[in-house]
T-cell receptor, first 109, second 112 residues
Framework: EDQVTQSPEALRLQEGESSSLNCSYTVSGLRGLFWYRQDPGKGPEFLFTLYSAGEEKEKERLKATLTKKESFLHITAPKPEDSATYLCAVQSPGNQFYFGTGTSLTVIP | IAGITQAPTSQILAAGRRMTLRCTQD?????MYWYRQDLGLGLRLIHYSNTAGTTGKGEVPDGYSVSRANTDDFPLTLASAVPSQTSVYFCASSRSGNNEQFFGPGTRLTVL
């Protein structure tokens, strides 16, 4: 069964304190892994797509990496405006998309 | 407009009533999707459409139907609403089935 598990469920960081969010997945024939950011009361906003193990993508303070079993979203020197829920999703060969339940990040000034 | 719009923003509905959630995109994206988001369960795919005229079932399609008569619109219909369909519904679109998805603002639906 295709599954996505994100950890931790919630994370509180001091401003400037770097950390990583984890997304573990089990899917046969991964077609893509996606990271989104979701602010309260809004729809998810796209961050990154990763297609193969070893691939990395960066955007400002965020860096996403991918292995055959998991992906990490590294946050370097976070700021309060990085506070949000971060969602991971995988696409299976059957064109199905499976989302994790997210990591709620709070960055304290 | 630019992006995806959904209507209504929120709705309270009596059980057994029929309801259509509307979704329109102006990006000329080929693929469109409907998700529901529930606390503790995350986003779950209900139905999708890879191109106008075609639709497919997602993870939780029961009780819902969709149509894709043209590129821009992808309505989701609840034929006879039940309380377990209380949720926040998000519509999304992507250039093709392999690309990142752009999400609408959501519709908060309560079925009593």
């Amino acid at each position: 069964e295709d599954q996505v598990t994100q950890s931790p469920e919630a994370l509180r960081l001091q401003e400037g304190e770097s950390s990583s969010l984890n997304c573990s997945y089990t899917v046969s024939g991964l077609r893509g892994l996606f990271w989104y950011r979701q602010d309260p009361g809004k729809g998810p906003e796209f961050l990154f797509t990763l297609y193969s193990a070893g691939e990395e993508k960066e955007k400002e303070r965020l860096k996403a990496t991918l292995t055959k079993k998991e992906s990490f979203l590294h946050i370097t020197a976070p700021k309060p405006e990085d506070s949000a829920t971060y969602l991971c999703a995988v696409q299976s060969p059957g064109n199905q998309f499976y989302f994790g339940t997210g990591t709620s990040l709070t960055v304290i000034p | 407009i630019a992006g995806i719009t959904q209507a209504p923003t929120s709705q309270i509905l009596a059980a057994g009533r029929r309801m259509t959630l509307r979704c329109t995109q102006d990006m000329r994206h080929n693929a469109m999707y409907w998700y529901r988001q529930d606390l503790g369960l995350g986003l779950r795919l209900i139905h999708y459409s890879n191109t106008a005229g075609t639709t497919g079932k997602g993870e939780v399609p029961d009780g819902y139907s969709v149509s894709r008569a043209n590129t821009d619109d992808f309505p989701l219909t609840l034929a006879s609403a039940v309380p377990s369909q209380t949720s926040v519904y998000f519509c999304a679109s992507s250039r093709s089935g392999n690309n990142e998805q752009f999400f609408g603002p959501g519709t908060r639906l309560t079925v009593l």
